[in-house]
């Protein structure tokens, strides 16, 4: 029985089988880009479509952790993100200006015992390189998906000029609008949280060096994360709701919460955000898959959507290629893929829900500053380093 989904192609149009593969990734962003590069070392047939015509230039994730670059050291990407980014091995805490304790990344296992941090669409680009370099050809740029529709024996997928594409499996990687998800009749169960937040990217002339530096305060919260070129990533809590709308305030608000004087004439990147937490439901189903912010989003604070994103495809990969060598089922393949990545995300969400509960103005941050000194001065701040730098999660190595 095909399962329709909305705007389903008719059956006709589905047999006319105007190109075969073994897996549509749909969306070139991070997670489609990095799922082509691991089933391209795989062997495995497949094509990725993407809705843009030209690589994105946002810079919006930073931080790329080292349970991630273990993952991507194995498609050969690791140190190339290594030789462009800055290594970030040490967080320091303050309130206001002073400093209040430290996190050391060092710690832990495996090769890479720091965090990487380069804007995303560098990233974006050093995969895509990886990509064209392990299956020419494998990207079209400018192809719409708007509709998915599944049969017994593959998926159909429709993009915005009507061709159609058969494939035996889809993967939606197309972020949090993801049109697969919405095609396919997955739910997405979540809520936007209060918490707002501006960034902006500015020269540094902080001093602060290769740290990642987190201010606690009465204010709320400000981050500070170094960047490649000897600039700063500034990420102020907007305790007004969304209405701090340009690069002088967030100036400004820097310098009371930090005491650190950010020129607004050097901001290369000014951008308020909202903050949601969603998971689709179900995560997988049949055919059709789901990876990155197709199938959950946490909040930014924190940094690691991107990276769980990256996690579940080095979960699905050895699913896919299991299934597609025809020693697993579809169902069974479907229902382990979407236990272990719910598990995931939840346990990066309530993560996420940490930091946003640290940063929150008001009189509490006293007594918040008290407990990250008292922390940070334990055996506990390692366990805290390992959550900032996501390890410990249950399929991290
Ligand atoms: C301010 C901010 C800061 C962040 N910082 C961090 C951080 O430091 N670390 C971290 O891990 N995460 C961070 N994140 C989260 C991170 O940006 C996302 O988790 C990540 O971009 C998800 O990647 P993705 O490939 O799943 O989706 P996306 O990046 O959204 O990519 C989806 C791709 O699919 C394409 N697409 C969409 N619809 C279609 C369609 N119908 N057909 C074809 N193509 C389509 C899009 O054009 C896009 O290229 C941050 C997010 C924000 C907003």
């Given amino acids: 029985m095909g399962r329709a989904a909305s ?45 843009q015509p030209l690589p994105s230039t946002h810079t919006k994730s930073i931080g790329i952790h080292p349970p991630a670059l273990a993952r991507l050291a194995h498609v050969g990407v690791a140190e190339r993100l290594i030789e462009a980014g800055v290594c970030v091995s040490c967080g320091i805490a303050f309130a206001g200006p002073a400093e209040i304790g430290r996190l050391s990344f060092t710690m832990g296992p495996g090769p890479y015992r720091f965090i990487v941090a380069i804007p995303q669409h560098r990233t974006e680009a050093l995969l895509r390189q990886r990509l064209d370099e392990l299956a020419p050809r494998s990207f079209t740029p400018a192809a719409a998906v708007v509709a998915v529709h599944e049969d017994p024996d593959a998926v159909c997928t429709t993009l ?55 201010f606690l305060g009465r204010q ?100 896919l290629v299991a299934l597609l060598a025809g020693q697993a089922s579809i169902e069974a393949v479907a229902r382990r893929y979407a236990d272990r990545r719910s598990r995931a995300y939840r346990i990066v969400r309530r993560r996420a829900e940490f930091n946003m509960w640290m940063g929150r103005e008001g009189r509490s941050s006293v007594v918040k500053q008290s407990m990250a000194r008292l922390l940070l001065g334990t055996p506990l701040a390692a366990y805290f380093a390992a959550r900032f730098s996501m390890r410990g999660l249950p399929d991290a190595p």
């Fill in 7 to 51: 705007g389903a192609v008719p059956q006709s149009l589905c047999q006319a089988d105007l190109t075969d593969t073994d897996v549509l990734i749909v969306g070139g962003g991070p997670v489609g880009l990095f799922l082509g590069c691991c089933l391209a070392q795989h062997g495995i047939r497949f094509q990725l479509v993407e809705r």
């Fill in 160 to 214: 915005h000029d009507g061709q159609v594409l058969r494939s035996r499996l889809v993967v939606g990687c197309d972020g949090m609008g993801s049109q697969v998800r919405k095609s396919a009749g997955f739910h997405y169960l979540g809520a936007e949280y209060p918490d707002r937040y501006v960034m902006g990217d500015f020269d540094d002339t902080s001093g602060l060096g290769t740290a990642a530096c987190v």
């Fill in 220 to 319: 709320g919260l400000v981050e500070s994360f170094p960047l490649p070129g000897m600039i700063r990533r500034w990420v102020a809590r907007d305790a007004t709701g969304n209405q701090m709308r340009d690069v002088a305030q967030l100036a400004e608000i820097i310098r009371r919460r930090t005491g650190h004087v950010v020129a607004a004439s050097t901001a290369s990147m000014f951008s308020p955000f909202r903050t949601f937490a969603f998971v689709a439901h179900p995560f997988a189903r049949g055919r059709v898959l789901l990876a990155g912010d197709a199938g959950h989003v946490v909040s930014p604070i924190g940094g690691q959507g991107m990276n769980l994103g990256w996690m579940d495809v080095w979960d699905l990969v050895p699913e």
